[in-house]
Antibody, heavy 119, light 111 residues
Framework: EVQLVESGGGLVQPGGSLRLSCAASGFTFSTYEMNWVRQAPGKGLEWFSFISPSGSPIYYADSVRGRFTISRDDAKNSLYLQMNSLRVEDTAIYYC????????????WGQGILVTVSS | QSVLTQPPSVSGAPGQRVTISCAGNNSNIGAPYGVHWYQQLPRTAPKLLIHDINNRPSGVPDRFSGSKSGTSASLAITGLRAEDEADYYCQSYDISLSAWVFGGGTKLTVL
């Protein structure tokens, strides 16, 4: 059974940093593209980061480029998101989402983790 | 402001048929990247419902179907059931933005 489990969320002050993790199981993690998608409270879904199976290429949405860094450790079957210079508008539920190479959709999602940026 | 445009809400009685529209342009839905749909039940993560216009992953009932015409797409739900009450999102890839994009979501209420 495919499972994606996010961790590392919480409350952080504006300008602060946080690192999210996504533990994968039930599939060959190293062969899949991985993404981060977020959902602000009461709002819709926003894709913002992608990493290929080899670790390159990496893509970011304009809203996070230069502040967030996506990475992966295939030996640990884990995806990471380093978030720096956090803003109030980064408050959201953060989901890791799997994508098969050659497709354009996200076939499995984690349960999500809440990040709250507030003073 | 989402790249793909969906109605904020739709509703229907049990057993009825409802459709949810998703409007885009030639950079996303009109491009050869397909359109995909997700169901988000209350307080849960999104789940893939339809991919590549009208393909259902294993376990998704055939009451759910999709279609596309030009730069717009639709999700149809027949035989509406109480458990279908959820938020539904369309998604595509936008070649101009070089980004995966979503619609703003449509809340389905089963009356």
């Amino acid at each position: 059974e495919v499972q994606l489990v996010e961790s590392g969320g919480g409350l952080v002050q504006p300008g602060g940093s946080l690192r999210l993790s996504c533990a994968a199981s039930g599939f060959t993690f190293s062969t899949y593209e991985m993404n981060w998608v977020r959902q602000a409270p009461g709002k819709g879904l926003e894709w913002f980061s992608f990493i290929s199976p080899s670790g390159s290429p990496i893509y970011y949405a304009d809203s996070v480029r230069g502040r967030f860094t996506i990475s992966r450790d295939d030996a640990k079957n884990s995806l990471y998101l380093q978030m720096n210079s956090l803003r109030v508008e980064d408050t959201a539920i953060y989901y890791c989402a799997r994508k098969t190479v050659g497709t354009v959709y996200f076939d499995y999602w984690g349960q999500g983790i809440l990040v709250t940026v507030s003073s | 402001q989402s790249v793909l445009t969906q109605p904020p809400s739709v509703s229907g009685a049990p057993g009825q048929r409802v459709t949810i529209s998703c409007a885009g342009n030639n950079s996303n839905i009109g491009a050869p990247y397909g359109v995909h749909w997700y169901q988000q039940l209350p307080r849960t993560a999104p789940k893939l419902l339809i991919h590549d216009i009208n393909n259902r992953p294993s376990g998704v009932p055939d009451r759910f179907s999709g279609s596309k015409s030009g730069t717009s797409a639709s999700l149809a739900i027949t035989g509406l059931r109480a458990e279908d009450e959820a938020d539904y999102y369309c998604q595509s890839y936008d070649i101009s933005l070089s980004a995966w994009v979503f619609g703003g979501g449509t809340k389905l209420t089963v009356l």
